[in-house]
């Protein structure tokens, strides 16, 4: 099989999926979550190392609030 080399392609960008709302979330946005507080902790924690950001969970009736501080 023969290949054609093609030049000054660009390359698509990369499409984010996420199931928690992360990449719509700008300073001061929240968004309430039901379940284990550890759970959407990391996650948060992963999205803000990979992608920037810091977020702060707190408890809120039966389930913790997460909040984008920066």
């Known amino acids: 099989m023969d ?3 093609e030049k000054n ?3 698509p960008s990369k499409q984010v999926v996420c ?3 992360f990449p719509d ?3 001061g ?3 309430f979550y039901e379940g284990q507080r550890q759970t959407i ?3 948060a924690n992963h999205w803000a190392n990979k ?3 810091k977020f702060s969970v707190r408890k809120e009736g039966q ?3 997460v909040f984008r501080v920066e």
């Open 3 to 5: 290949y054609i080399i």
């Open 9 to 11: 392609k660009t390359i």
């Open 19 to 21: 199931k928690y709302p």
């Open 25 to 27: 979330m700008e300073k």
């Open 29 to 31: 946005d929240s968004f």
């Open 41 to 43: 902790a990391v996650y």
């Open 51 to 53: 992608f920037g950001g």
């Open 63 to 65: 389930g913790f609030r």
